[in-house]
C-alpha cells in the first residue's frame, strides 16, 4: 500500500518569494509521482509529474519537483511566486505496476498555497 | 476546449433522494475514474471502468454505483444520499497501455460537481 504525506496544510509566502511545497512517499513498490493544481471550486489540473530518467522534473510555469529516492520525497520548488500561483497543490502517487494507466492516484492532503502582495 | 466535462458543477438533492453525476470525455480515453474529495480532504478513488470493466475500491460504500454505456461517457449513481456524502466528484480519464511508464497516460480530470444533500 502506498501513501502520501504532505507536511505544510497552509504555506503563506509573500509576492515574489520563493516556496518550497514538501511531500514524502511510502510504497512497498516503485510508483510515478505527480504534483496536481487546484484552484478554487475546480478539478485538478496535471503541474508536472516523474515516470522516470532525470530526477529534476519542470513544469510551464516555473515550478520545478526532484525525486529523491534515497529520502522518498518529491518536493515543489518555485523561485519567485506569484499572485496567479495561490491554490491547493496535491502531490500524488501511483503504482508503476497498474498497467500502463496513471489514473489510480493516491493523493496527499494538499498544501494551500496564498501568495500575498 | 474543455476535454472532460461533468455536468452540473453544483448538485442539491435531498436526503436520501437518489442523484446521478454525469462525465462525459472527448478524449478517447479507455480508462474513467470517479473520485470524491470532501472538504479540505484529498480526492479518494471511488472506482473506475477500464473499458467496459468495473473496479470497484474495496471501501467503497454500496451506495455508490456506476454505469459507462459507452467510451465517452460514465455516470456516478449516489443512491440513497446521505449527509455525510457531500463532495466534490472528480471524474478522470486516462490511456492505459500495456506498457508502463509510457507518457501521455497521465490523468486527465473534470472540474467536478459539487453534491450538497439537504
Known amino acids: 500500500a502506498q501513501s502520501v504525506t504532505q507536511l505544510d496544510s497552509q504555506v503563506p509566502v509573500f509576492e515574489e518569494a520563493p516556496v518550497e511545497l514538501r511531500c514524502n512517499y511510502s510504497?512497498?513498490?516503485?510508483?510515478?509521482l505527480f504534483w496536481y493544481v487546484q484552484y478554487p471550486n475546480q478539478g485538478l489540473q496535471l503541474l508536472l509529474k516523474?515516470?522516470?530518467?532525470?530526477?529534476l522534473v519542470e513544469s510551464i510555469n516555473g515550478f520545478e519537483a526532484e525525486f529523491n529516492k534515497s529520502q522518498t520525497s518529491f518536493h515543489l520548488r518555485k523561485p519567485s511566486v506569484h499572485i496567479s500561483d495561490t491554490a491547493e497543490y496535491f502531490c500524488?502517487?501511483?503504482?508503476?505496476?497498474?498497467?500502463?494507466?496513471?489514473?489510480?492516484?493516491?493523493f496527499g492532503k494538499g498544501t494551500k498555497l496564498s501568495v500575498k502582495p | 476546449d474543455a476535454m472532460v466535462i461533468q455536468n452540473p458543477r453544483y448538485q442539491v438533492t435531498q436526503f436520501g433522494k437518489p442523484v446521478t453525476l454525469s462525465c462525459s470525455q472527448t478524449l478517447n480515453h479507455n480508462v474513467m475514474y470517479w473520485y470524491q474529495q470532501k472538504s479540505s480532504q484529498a480526492p479518494k478513488l471511488l472506482f473506475h471502468?477500464?473499458?467496459?470493466?468495473?473496479?470497484n475500491e474495496a471501501d467503497t460504500p454500496d451506495n455508490f454505483q456506476s454505469r459507462r454505456p459507452n467510451t465517452s461517457f460514465c455516470f456516478l449513481d449516489i443512491r440513497s444520499p446521505g449527509l455525510g456524502d457531500a463532495a466534490m466528484y472528480l471524474c478522470a480519464t486516462s490511456r492505459e497501455t500495456v506498457t508502463t511508464g509510457q507518457d501521455n497516460t497521465e490523468a486527465f480530470f473534470g472540474q467536478g460537481t459539487r453534491l450538497t444533500v439537504v
Open positions: 516523474y515516470l522516470s530518467g532525470s530526477t
Open positions: 471502468y477500464y473499458d467496459k470493466d468495473f473496479n
Open positions: 500524488a502517487v501511483s503504482d508503476q505496476n497498474y498497467g500502463g494507466s496513471q489514473g489510480n492516484l493516491i
Open positions: 510504497s512497498s513498490v516503485s510508483v510515478y
